[in-house]
Each structure stands twice: as C-alpha cells, then as structure tokens.
C-alpha cells in the first residue's frame, strides 16, 4: 500500500511538472492594443458605408438591383458580407421586384437565407403595396388608372399561383375595399359570380373592377377568364352593379378584357 501511495504521489509530481513546462513552453499571446493595426473592422464594413453614401448622395438611380438589395439586408444580417448574398438573388428570381414578390419558401431555398430574412424582405414588399393601394383610397379610381395598374402588378405579379381579387367601388367610383376572393394553381382559380355579387351587395358597392394574375407571366386572357367576366358581368347588372374592367396581370404587363372589347 505504502509503495503504491510513494508511486502516485511521484506521478502527481510528474503530471504538475509535465503541464507547468508545456504551459511555460507555450508563447504568450499578446492582446492588441486599441487602435493598433490588429484591431481592424471585417472588410465589409467599408463597403456598407460607401454604399450608404452612394445611396445618401446621388440617390436610387446610381444603384444596379443587387445594390439596392444589399442595403436592404444591412438590417436583417448585420454581421456578414451581404454583397454575394444579394446577387444570387438576382441570380436565382431576376431582378428586384421578383426578389420582393417571391414566396417565403421560395426565397429560403437560396443558401443564406433563413425565415427571419425571408420575412423581412416580404415586410419591404408589403410596405410597398400598402403604400400603392392608399394612394386609391378616396380618389375616383377611373381617373387614377395608372395607380390602379401599378398596385396590382406590385400586389399581384410575382405570385406563384393564380389570385383572383376584386376592387370594390362606391357610386364616385372610389373604392371602398379591395379583396382577394380565390386562390388557385399556376393556371386556374375557382370563381364564384353570385359570391362576388353577394360581397358587393354587402358592401353596398355599385362598380367592381376584376384583377387576377397569370403566373405565366403572359396577360393573354383565356377563353374561360372572357366567359368567367361575362358571367359577373350578367349576374351584376340587373342588380345595379357594373363591371368597369377585368385586368390581367403578368410579369411584363397586363391585359384589360375592356381594351380588348371582351367585355
């Protein structure tokens, strides 16, 4: 007992010095000193201030898409060069408006992109729209056409399924609300004419403008979408209801059933 007590206590000994000569044999790590070479920022950050100033300066016009998305990520990935980030963006949907109206899952398919900013970047479009579709409020929508057509593209085009939605009017033509009445697939949505009637009755509406998305992105209206509005358009009208248009809204532009005399 006495000898193996002797022999770990002299391996104790052995152990203590063995790790106090590897320590002492270690070299010393040096801390830098505030304002020496050694404490730079990450290479990035100069590029976000030159960004920034670029944008502060000489305004949106001086920044290709990839830019412009750039600063938006600044905010949701503070730590990280955003700039590679920000073109497989635009590599993977096209240019920034497809980034902005590309659906959540789709958007987290591209490596570095988790919910959070996914989330933050469909926030942007829908600040967007919102910003659009108050710019109708209270105004005779038939004299603001343009605004009419630039909020459904911005609402509308980059959705991966058909949406059908209806803009509700008073007798001034303004409107009163504006709903979505149907999702569908990439190239179908149910329609229900006595639903969209029954809504405008309880919204005391008198006018209705029809807006749906092809996916496809070609406006073309389908031989279903030309009896689908007629349909509404007959269901409506011994009512007191008129249907100013039906709108087709495609990536690159939009078909209007009036202009085309479909309707």
């Known amino acids: ?49 030159r960004l920034r100033e ?25 730590r990280r060069d955003t700039k590679p980030l920000a073109k497989a963006l635009i590599a993977r949907f096209g240019n920034l408006a497809s980034v902005l109206g590309a659906p959540l899952g789709l958007l987290q398919e591209v490596k570095g992109i988790g919910e959070a900013v996914a989330l933050d970047l469909k926030l942007v479009a829908t600040t967007g729209q919102r910003m659009l579709r ?4 209270g105004k005779q929508v038939l004299s603001s ?12 085009a980059y959705e991966a399924r058909e949406q059908f939605r209806v803009l509700f009017l008073d007798k001034r ?22 639903e969209v009637v029954r809504r405008a009755l309880e919204l005391s509406a008198t006018a209705l403008i029809l807006v749906h998305n092809h996916p496809s992105g070609d406006p073309t209206p ?36 009036k202009g085309l005399k479909l309707i």
């Open 54 to 78: 670029k944008y502060r300066d000489h305004g949106d016009a001086s920044l290709a898409d990839y830019e412009i998305l750039e600063l938006l990520l600044f905010r949701s990935i503070p």
């Open 134 to 137: 108050s710019e109708l409020r």
């Open 1 to 49: 007992m006495e000898a193996k007590e002797d022999d770990g206590a002299a391996l104790s000994v052995d152990e203590r010095g063995f790790f106090a000569e590897t320590q002492s044999k270690r070299p010393t790590a040096k801390l830098p000193q505030i304002g020496s070479p050694a404490v730079t920022q990450e290479h990035y950050h100069g590029h976000r201030e």
């Open 173 to 194: 033509n303004a409107l009163i609300s504006d709903e979505i009445q149907g999702h569908g697939t990439v190239d179908h949505t149910p329609v229900y004419p006595r």
């Open 145 to 156: 056409w343009s605004s009419v057509i630039d909020y459904c593209h911005a609402a509308m």
């Open 222 to 257: 389908s031989r279903a979408d030309i009896d689908m509005t007629r349909t509404i358009v007959e269901t409506a009208k011994p009512l007191g209801i008129t249907v100013h248009d039906h709108i087709i809204i495609g990536k690159d532009g939009h078909a209007s059933l």
